[in-house]
């Protein structure tokens, strides 16, 4: 069957057996594609960030079909987080089949309206986002935050080529003392995903990105200190996010995000592009109503009303239709349970480049219980550079000091890398508008092997200790 | 011109000829399809490079590279007007002053074909340098200049008679020019880095040409440049510029965002930039405009085109912001993937491989060579949009006017792959001779698809590279990398040239993968392209066409196919069983131990004492020698300058063949000989 069938009929069967919504508190613009909603009664946006309850008195996937919202999974008491798969066959989402159940991560077949679940885990999974391999990726909670994991799709699918240094199976993404919750997967294949600003520290919320294979993490832009939260690839390649009252847009060209002359008022995270010129959003325009789904056209000084409930938050728009692959990530990482970092110049900075010359630097790394363990130190070069071996999955930040020891500058937030990466700093938080100059590296010059950080100072020194006899 | 080499280069066009079938098909072919086959050659794809308007604005002159000719269209509404059929691969023309005649560089040939644009017939074949790859005629009608790019020259020759009467050393790869308005200045870039200290940022230049004197009379050093295109000048003589890459082959390729391998720039220089060049970015954060190659510039000055092979598209260029910009802010710029938001105002998506671009005489529309479509867009200046795409004849229009319903009322598959007119009113005899190799026409149609992945960015993470990147021209890009899976700075392999690579396997400097598949497929995804890739099919049209490439005509061996003395001399000693003192060469130690056969490699590895503190290993891949004089720097990690380098400096204890043995002279010889491989 094909996907524009399956809808059909999964629209028809909804129409006929599912309980309408009161008809009195919708309304739907009928010239609207098909789209899927989550209606709550209450949304708590950001709440995910806290390790808080978004829904914290339960939500349900609506069906937009020409004006009209049916329920989506009727079977289940609660359903939230609608991911389409890129052929329209079937649906990601967070649900609970019973008020007591955690959250969890289903599929739902749109061809024979079966479901089953994808991932079953101890505490709530939410937010699941299909990635392209077969895999997925999704929030799970652990504690009072939630953690990026991923894993297969299931058995009923057909099996992803394997890549044998990418950890195939479940792989947490995300090493932190701190929540990170995904938002988009974007057509390059990188998972955006919400964390605090620092990473692993504070409380901003920010935007970042991280590879599939949980490598390469890094903040979509440097321009730190806004809220932005949310976000949604254009076609164009842009990423249009929230941004307290109003919405920005990431894009490739600028270095810093770009706003977007969006009319005022209170966005929920992320919204649906209908059309280049033609948005869909969730929005209200006080603390004191509900989130409504609008339609808005670029530049339009007004949103109109797509679909509004009485009493309910209507959030995240998702259309209901296939839409395109992104590029799957073939992970280069090692065997390793340890990673390579090569800083090319850390006196560089976005914050100002450092005019005392750094001598050394220290690698602190977080422990199990967020304690911060220094970890030793390696010179750094009279160009800035060093080169060091650190421990895999593991919150780590450099220190850069002086001649004395002395700080010069400490890293705000904490970052991993995974074991077996391999990975490059252009400088000490520089953006990604930064690139390197092209030379060797004055550590490279020196040594190829890597100062060896991946055992705290206190281990390394009785470790020491022990060999020579002492 | 060496015919053999040439043939060998044409083996796949040859095969497709199938003789006999074109006589029975002439009456239906323009003319200049038939002038191909009276010249023994079936019609190959057009390929488009470079474009030029007469000076009346009536005629556009397209140059077909592929197909060897100019075609000359009407400037209005593009429809045919002429073919001129030159000489092999031409890579670059230009018109006389006056328009009445268009000299065409050959590029395999080593020739300038000079063509009467009235008649529009060849009046003269010139020689030129080594691989001539464009010319330009001096406004008084005195010299013709051609930049030569194995002989990294220009050669000066007198306009009327086509005499070679100076060569001016130019940089590494001469390739393209420009003039100045006044036709004082000739501008001139070249392809691959000037010979620079090991592990040290590639440097390239503009050599500067002064018309009258015919002198070059300034070398503008553009530093950590390799790969510099097209050249272009302001129509007020103010500006000029060049589109050039910007390798990142020093450090270790962990990741390709932030410009990990490349980035892509424009150098600025003349009176509206200062005193300095000025290199700035086109590239942006998540999206790189690969491979800038062709430049122009408003008469006006308002905007800029440039072409970028790797990701198809025309940028376009707010002059005067873009000067505002490097006035009012402080450089360098290169490293900089947000600057370009203050100059780059449209990205215009275009064909396969753009290469040259052409303003009309009203400034109204851009056109654009693309080179592996076979096609013209045509771009509105000031929308920025593509208006239309103007498809030039080639292969692919012969083969359907072959198979045209006119010829073939029917078809039936044959068992030998072969289908066969079975209806047509002809009689027995020359049935056969439409018999038509179908397999053949679809290889030329993957060898296309092939070239096309070469040399698109569009499988890179972010676009930021192609195969193309470091292979110019499917060769090669003079350069060493420090690749990542070996570690950071260790292992640093110099690249090779792509041609004629059959029996050459295994392939890295290590050997480690035994074939092109495994070369171009997963570990080109995995640590060079960082990014999905092309599929099995995809792979495999890739692998064909690169398999496919053949041996660039060799400039050293006499037409004859003998030697010279000296090469003989060379001959000998690369054969020699004793050495000079007439002890005896162990059977491994000599020259052609392990540089046998006819690709010059035994496809073996061995320690030949070169390894370094950061390799691995000390046994290497031995390189098959083909074309071996044009590829230098040499050794596995590019260490040795020159050949001469590999045994005076890299063979102390006669570890790679004996030669410490050998007089300067004998070295002189052994290398004339190495260049005829």
């Given at each position: 069957m094909n996907p524009i069938s399956s809808k059909v009929l999964l629209c028809a069967a909804m129409l006929s057996c599912t309980m309408w919504l009161g008809v009195s508190s919708v309304s739907a613009r009928a010239s609207t594609p098909d789209f899927i909603v989550t209606a709550a009664p209450v949304y708590k946006p950001l709440a995910e960030l806290r390790?808080?309850?978004?829904?914290p008195e339960g939500a349900q996937l609506l069906l937009v079909h020409e004006g009209k919202a049916t329920l989506l999974v009727p079977d289940f008491v609660a359903s939230a987080d609608a991911d389409l798969s890129y052929d329209g066959k079937s649906l990601l989402f967070a649900g609970k089949r019973t008020s007591g159940d955690r959250w969890q991560i289903w599929e739902l077949n749109l061809a024979n309206h079966s479901v089953r679940r994808v991932v079953s885990t101890a505490t709530d999974a939410e937010r699941p986002l299909h990635l392209p391999g077969g895999r997925l990726v999704w929030a799970e909670r652990t504690g009072q935050m939630f953690e990026l994991d991923s894993t297969d799709n299931g058995p009923s699918r057909k099996p992803a080529p394997r890549n044998p240094t990418a950890d195939p199976g479940p792989l947490l993404f995300t090493h932190l003392q701190g929540s990170a919750f995904p938002v988009a997967v974007l057509r390059d294949g990188r998972i955006l995903f919400e964390a605090g600003y620092p990473l692993g520290s504070g409380s901003i919320p920010e935007l970042y990105l991280v590879y599939a294979d949980g490598s390469g993490v890094e903040s979509v832009r440097c321009d730190h200190g806004r809220a932005r939260w949310g976000g949604t690839q254009l076609e164009s390649g842009d990423t249009v996010f929230t941004h307290g009252n109003s919405l920005a847009r990431f894009t490739s060209a600028q270095a810093n995000e770009v706003p977007v002359a969006a009319p005022r008022g209170e966005y929920a995270g992320s919204m649906a592009e209908i059309a280049p010129d033609l948005w869909l959003m969730s929005a209200r325009t006080g603390a004191e109503k509900h989130y409504t789904i609008r339609a808005w056209k670029p530049g339009d000084r007004a949103m109109q009303t797509v679909l509004a409930e009485h009493g309910r938050d209507l959030v995240e728009p998702v259309l209901f239709a296939p839409h395109a692959r992104p590029n799957r990530h073939p992970s280069g990482l090692h065997p390793w349970d340890y990673a390579n970092l090569l800083a090319?110049?850390?006196?560089?900075?976005?914050?100002g480049d450092l005019k005392a010359a750094p001598a050394s630097v220290r690698l602190e790394m977080q422990d199990q219980s967020g304690k911060t363990v220094a970890m030793g130190t390696a010179p750094v070069e009279k160009d800035g550079s060093f080169f060091v071996k650190v421990p895999g999955d593991r919150p780590l930040r450099f220190v850069l000091l002086d001649k004395n020891g002395a700080v010069l500058r400490r890293e705000r937030g904490w970052f991993w890398a995974r074991g077996g990466e391999q990975r490059i700093c252009v400088g000490c938080h520089t953006g990604p508008e930064r690139s390197t100059e092209n030379r060797v590296p004055e550590v490279l010059l020196r040594s190829t092997t890597p100062v060896d950080l991946t055992v705290p100072m206190k281990s390394a020194a009785q470790h020491r200790a022990g060999k020579e006899g002492n | 011109m060496n015919q053999r080499v040439v043939n060998r280069g044409w083996r796949w066009a040859g095969s497709i000829a199938v003789g006999v079938t074109v006589m029975m098909l002439v009456a239906l072919l323009p003319k200049t399809t038939m002038a191909a086959y009276n010249a023994g050659e079936l019609l190959n794809y057009a390929s488009p490079v470079e474009m030029l308007y007469s000076p009346d604005g009536a005629r556009l002159y397209v140059l077909a590279s592929q197909s060897n000719e100019v075609r000359i269209l009407n400037a209005t509404n593009f429809t045919p007007i002429g073919t001129v059929v030159v000489g092999h691969v031409p890579r670059g023309f230009a018109l006389s002053a006056d328009g009445s005649r268009l000299y065409v560089a050959n590029s395999w040939d080593d020739t300038v074909s000079v063509i009467n644009t009235r008649s529009l017939s060849v009046v003269a074949t010139w020689h030129a340098g080594m691989e001539p790859q464009s010319v330009l005629a001096d406004p008084a009608g005195k010299y013709v200049f051609v930049a030569n790019r194995i002989s990294s020259d220009v050669a000066v020759l007198d306009a009327r008679t086509g005499m070679e009467l100076k060569r001016l050393v130019a940089g590494r790869g001469a390739s393209y020019m420009a003039m100045s308005p006044d036709g004082k200045r000739i501008y001139v870039t070249h392809v691959y880095p000037n010979p620079g200290p090991e592990r040290t940022p590639p440097e390239s230049e503009i050599t500067v040409i002064d018309v009258a004197r015919v002198q070059v009379v300034d070398r503008i050093p553009l530093p950590s440049v390799a790969g510099v295109f097209h050249v272009t000048v302001s129509s007020d003589g103010r500006l000029m510029v060049a589109a050039e890459l910007h390798p990142k082959n020093l450090v270790p390729l962990a990741h390709l965002e932030h410009g990990g391998a490349f980035v892509d720039t424009l150098t600025l220089f003349g009176s509206d930039v200062g005193a300095k060049p000025v290199e700035i970015p086109l590239d942006e954060i998540e999206h790189y405009a690969a491979r800038p190659f062709g430049v122009a510039i408003t008469s006006d000055k308002s905007r800029m085109f440039v072409s970028c092979g790797g990701s198809e598209e025309v940028l376009v260029i707010d002059l005067p912001r873009l000067l505002h910009f490097i006035h009012t802010h402080r450089g360098p710029f290169a490293e900089n993937l947000g600057a370009s938001a203050n100059y780059v105002i449209a990205h215009i998506p275009v064909g396969h491989d753009p290469r040259g671009v052409a303003i009309t005489p009203d400034a109204r529309r851009l056109l654009v060579a693309n080179r592996l479509d076979d096609r013209i867009s045509v771009i509105d200046t000031h929308s920025s949009r593509v208006l239309t795409t103007i498809p030039l004849s080639g292969s692919e229009q012969l083969w359907s006017l072959q198979f045209s319903d006119r010829i073939f009322s029917a078809v039936n598959d044959q068992p030998n792959g072969k289908r066969q007119c079975s209806q047509c009113h002809i009689d027995e005899q020359h049935r056969n001779a439409f018999t038509m190799d179908f397999s053949t026409r679809k290889r030329i149609q993957a060898l296309r698809r092939g070239e096309q992945i070469f040399y698109t960015s569009r499988y890179s993470f972010q676009g930021q590279l192609a195969c193309a990147n470091c292979h110019f021209d499917s060769t090669f890009d003079g350069l060493e990398w420090d690749l990542e899976p070996d570690g950071f700075g260790r292992n640093i392999v110099d690249n090779r040239l792509l041609e004629d690579l059959r029996d050459t396997a295994p392939y890295k400097w290590n050997g480690g993968n035994p074939d092109i598949p495994t070369e171009c497929g997963p570990r080109t995804e995995k640590y060079f392209w960082r990014s999905e890739i092309y599929d099995d099919t995809k792979l495999a049209d890739l692998v064909g066409y690169i398999l496919s490439l053949p041996a660039r005509p060799n400039r050293w061996r006499l037409a004859s196919g003998a030697l010279t003395p000296a090469q003989e001399r060379g001959k000998a000693i690369f054969t020699r069983t004793r050495d000079s003192f007439g002890y005896p060469i162990p059977q491994a130690n000599r020259c052609n131990y392990c540089h046998s056969g006819p690709m010059g490699t035994d496809q073996k590895s061995f320690d030949v004492g070169t390894r370094r503190a950061t390799d691995d290993t000390g046994r290497f891949d031995t390189p098959q020698l083909t074309n071996i004089a044009l590829t230098a720097p040499y050794l596995h990690d590019g260490s040795a300058r020159s050949l001469e380098e590999i045994w005076t400096l890299y063979n102390p204890q006669d570890k790679h063949g004996r030669t410490n043995d050998l007089t300067k002279d004998q070295l002189n010889d052994l290398v004339e000989y190495l260049r005829t491989r």
């Open positions: 390790g808080g309850e978004r829904f090319f110049d850390s006196r560089l900075s976005r914050a | -």
